[in-house]
């Protein structure tokens, strides 16, 4: 079976049994073990699998546990690793074809410019050296492939390619780390020129309360959807049509709403054990492969374990021997728009601090499978990459970000974070990472703490960054504002915080001087883990996954009480609902029914609220928040709404599920189906089987601490296609739950599976656990990883093979 061993064919399987495995020494099972020696690797490298395929790495060194960390990610990821690299560089056309030259030209537009090696050089000599070894170990994966002590995986078959080799220093180029916000800017503009900007509050009500304001000089009218050019096309990411299956066309403004997570963090005394616990879920666009691999590394210095992101070194969410540390989404409003003016007869020229000036151009050649190479030129304006130009307008739109800055070599954070050993190395490792985040922490001394990260502009004459700017030099940037003035909190007194992406920013926090966002996620999630938190003065392990499985809904509870009378055809079923606990189960009849009720409730207040000529600019759905609260308003229109939209709802359900509402069930609904994605092509749909399907049946909804999102769109045009409004696309693939000190008491899931290998058996593994949200231990102490352990192997360095 390809991929069954833990580095190669040649391997030792104990039959998983640990206790076999616990009367041998490392020594021993180092004779028994072997893979093929590796060049860059400077002593033996000693690698236990446990049943999860979780490899734990014992090195002799940090830099050969970062090669470690990049040999197994390429053996377990290679295909996702290679595409997401080919992506961000801008190769994907040479293998996938013209579909993505588009793709490939963002790409590349946003690549670091500076001198890449020069702010490689300025990192920490440990950092330099750990992200060294880590693409070297990439890169001898690579070399055993050609030499062909390991196949391709199948996806480089069926499209006939081989993976690129890498090259550290493209990890400080790869920049792009776009949040979407642009797409806003456009759409207020364009909302203005129609004198209806109050309605964009009905999608993104701003926190906290602020005026929008359209800057000094901007035309709102000249405002188009082809201003973002090449920037939405960076967002929605690569075009593989023929190659995966129509997504719904507001799938890409779905995920980008939905994305989060929580994680709380909980004092010594607040908890059962006098330790500190801290949990965490990721709530990201589910795949197969999923986002996450888990790994454990360990050398004198370093003992970190976790999940983390292929491609990126290190762990993102994990613990190392001090202390434990999540993340969730912060919002930072790290994107804005500026247009330029051109010159009539010079379209490469934009008029700027009271002069015109040239743009630099870089011109670039894109290689295209099955065609010549595209050549393409890339425009550069003061303040960032130039995405889209229209010389008969004489204009053009230039796009500054955080992440494009010197200095802000995200895809190499994490290292900092896995060496440090306290709040203040943690802290100040923290000053590499750009990208908007709440990162939780709790020590073994007993401490807990947040600090809200990310690179934070500096923007000049009051401007907001929530509508595009004049390009003319007024509203430039003044540069990025130190990691000081973002805010955080150490052992605050009620022992305990938590995050779901809601405005958490202090009350005495300078919002307008800084202009962090204005744009925040519904506080649903956290509101409920606030109250859960609050009661628990003795919590436990078992406490926190439990919360993190929680289907809690005060939303729903809230909606369900607003509901009028009904017809007496409806009646039995309006009996169903106010009889519900508000849980939203998979089991649930009533949560079938209030989900589908909630949806064309949403639709309903959509189209009376939102003027039909505002559609095309105002996605549904409607903010829960703002929902809610015109529910809450007492009118006959409200009532007549609810009552039409609870008979649409109670009809849905007949017709999808039967007749008899005892019968419903919301997971029926509510699915989990994983396939590749490019699942299109019939090779790729035989080799990759989905994960899940009908019998995948969840509960939870995107208000629920157990996120679990849905794409509510039932336009004519998404049911036309096939779109199941009430599938699974999102939420937490991987949770963990950290007994800080006790590590050994805390668990994990990583749904579907560490690998992307059908035959490894670690593709879907985990899909039963996940449903039934059956966490599982993460060993950390040498004991207990030795006692988990089901495979053993070595990595040798050149030469130095037993």
Not at 608 to 614: F, G, I, T, Y
Not at 617 to 629: H, K
Not at 644 to 651: I, L, T
Request: net charge negative.
């Amino acid at each position: 079976m390809r991929h069954a061993s833990l580095l190669t064919r040649r391997h030792v399987l104990l039959g998983g049994a640990a206790a076999g495995l616990a009367g041998l020494s490392f020594r021993a099972l180092a004779r028994k073990g072997a893979a093929s020696s590796l060049m860059g690797l400077d002593a033996p490298v000693e690698v236990l699998e446990d049943q999860w395929g979780v490899p734990h790495v014992r090195a002799a060194s940090v830099p050969d546990a970062f090669f470690a960390n990049g040999y197994l990610i390429a053996r377990d990821r290679l295909w996702q690793l290679d595409f997401e690299y080919r992506r961000a560089l801008g190769r994907l056309a040479e293998v996938y074809g013209p579909d993505c030259v588009p793709s490939d030209t963002a790409s590349r537009l946003f690549l670091f410019r500076g001198d890449a090696q020069a702010e490689f050089a300025a990192l920490p000599p440990t950092v330099q050296a750990c992200a060294r070894s880590y693409v070297v170990g990439i890169n001898a994966y690579l070399a055993h492939i050609n030499a062909g002590e390991e196949k391709l995986p199948e996806e480089f078959d069926i499209f006939s390619y081989h993976p690129l080799e890498w090259d550290v220093l493209d990890l400080v180029r790869i920049r792009a780390e776009a949040t979407g916000n642009t797409k806003a800017e456009i759409r207020r503009a364009q909302l203005a020129a129609q004198d209806a900007l109050a309605y964009d509050a009905l999608i993104q009500p701003l926190r906290p309360a602020h005026t929008l304001r359209v800057p000094d000089g901007l035309d709102v009218h000249a405002v188009t959807e082809q201003d973002l050019g090449l920037f939405g096309v960076l967002q929605d990411g690569p075009s593989l049509s023929g190659l995966h299956a129509v997504q719904s066309p507001s799938e890409g403004d779905h995920r980008r709403a939905n994305e989060g997570s929580n994680a709380w963090v909980i004092a010594p005394t607040r908890t059962a054990t006098a330790r500190p616990i801290l949990a965490n879920d990721p709530h990201l666009s589910f795949g197969s492969p999923g986002p996450r691999h888990v790994i454990h590394l360990t050398a004198p210095g370093l003992d970190v374990i976790g999940g983390g992101a292929p491609g990126m070194p290190g762990v993102m969410q994990g613990h190392n021997a001090h202390f434990a540390f999540g993340r969730t989404n912060f919002h930072i409003d790290q994107e804005d728009l500026f247009i330029l003016r051109t010159h009539p007869n010079h379209p490469d020229r934009y008029f700027h601090n009271g002069r015109w000036v040239e743009m630099e151009h870089e011109e670039i050649s894109i290689a295209v499978r099955g065609g010549p190479a595209q050549n393409v030129t890339l425009r550069y304006a003061a303040q960032g990459p130039v995405v889209s130009a229209d010389a008969a307008r004489n204009r053009a739109v230039a796009v500054s970000a955080t992440w494009l800055y010197p200095g802000a070599n995200g895809m190499l954070a994490n290292i900092g974070i896995n060496l440090a050993s306290d709040w203040d190395s943690f802290r100040k490792a923290l000053k590499l990472h750009t990208s908007p985040t709440n990162f939780t922490y709790a020590d073994t001394a007993g401490n807990i703490g947040w600090q809200a990260a990310g690179g934070l502009p500096e923007r000049r004459n009051g401007y907001d960054g929530l509508l595009p700017a004049p390009g003319d030099g007024r509203y430039d940037w003044k540069g990025l504002q130190p990691l000081d003035v973002l805010p955080n909190s150490f052992n605050p007194a009620r022992g305990w915080f938590g995050t779901s992406n809601e405005l958490n920013l202090p009350s005495d926090y300078p919002y307008e001087e800084r202009c962090v966002s204005y744009e925040w996620k519904d506080p649903y999630r956290y509101e409920r883990v606030a109250e859960v938190l609050q009661a628990s003065p003795h919590a436990t392990v078992a406490d926190s996954v439990a919360l993190q499985h929680d289907t809690l809904s005060h939303l729903a509870l809230s909606v369900v009480q607003l509901l009028p009378e009904v017809p007496a055809s409806v009646q039995a079923e309006a009996a169903l609902l106010r009889r519900w606990d508000g849980r939203v189960e998979a089991t649930s009849a009533a949560a079938a029914l209030y989900e589908v009720w909630w949806t064309r409730l949403n639709t309903l207040f959509y189209q009376a609220l939102v003027p039909e000529k505002l559609r095309a600019l105002l996605p549904q759905p409607l903010n829960a928040s703002v929902l809610l609260a015109l529910l809450q308003k007492p009118e006959a229109q409200r009532d007549a709404l609810l009552v039409k939209a609870f008979q649409q709802a109670v009809e849905e359900l007949r017709d999808r599920l039967g007749p008899v509402a005892a019968a419903w069930q919301w997971g029926s609904l509510h699915t989990v189906q994983l396939r590749h994605p490019l699942h299109g092509v019939k090779a790729v749909a035989e080799a990759f089987l989905p994960i899940g399907g009908e019998t995948a049946r969840s509960g939870g909804d995107p208000y629920t601490v157990m996120a679990r999102w849905y794409n509510p769109d039932v336009s004519e045009t998404a049911l036309a296609q096939g779109h199941n409004p009430y599938a699974v696309t999102g939420g937490a693939s991987y949770l963990m739950v950290c007994d800080v000190g006790g590590w050994d008491n805390s668990l994990f899931l990583n749904f579907p599976g560490q690998s992307a290998l059908p035959d490894s058996g670690h593709y879907a593994d985990v899909l039963q656990l996940w449903l039934k949200g059956a966490m599982q231990p993460l060993p950390f102490s040498a004991k207990a990883v030795q006692a988990a352990a089901r495979h053993h192997a070595v990595l040798y360095p050149k030469g130095k093979t037993l």
